[in-house]
Nanobody
């Protein structure tokens, strides 16, 4: 079983930046792809970004491409999401996720093994 703990959310003005962190424990972190999903009130959960186990492959939702950067530090068992040029429509609870199988590249909710508890990001206009 893996435990995922997000941090770094908060309130920021439009155009600002935030950096989310996800600390993982309980599993061989470096063998699993990971990612971020988000959910705004009244809306469906949405894929944000994913990163391969070694960090060499990344994927982004079109809505965040060019503004968000996903990365990971396997030595620290931590994944990050750098969010720049934030917009009010980025307001949501952001969830850290890990793939359900070793070396499986995370592309959709069907690939997820565990979720974090979420961290709230609010962008004011």
């Amino acid at each position: 079983q893996v435990t995922l703990v997000e941090s770094g959310g908060g309130l920021v003005q439009a155009g600002g930046s935030l950096r989310l962190s996800c600390a993982a424990s309980g599993r061989t972190f470096s063998s699993y792809s990971m990612g971020w999903f988000r959910q705004a009130p009244g809306k469906e959960r949405q894929f944000v970004a994913s990163i391969s186990s070694g960090g060499t492959r990344t994927s982004y939702a079109d809505s965040v491409k060019g503004r968000f950067t996903i990365s990971r530090d396997n030595a620290k068992n931590t994944m990050y999401l750098q969010m720049d040029s934030l917009k009010p429509e980025d307001t949501a609870a952001y969830y850290c996720v890990v793939a359900r199988a070793i070396f499986l590249y995370l592309n959709s909710e069907a690939d997820i093994g565990s979720w974090g508890q979420g961290t709230q990001v609010t962008v004011s206009s």
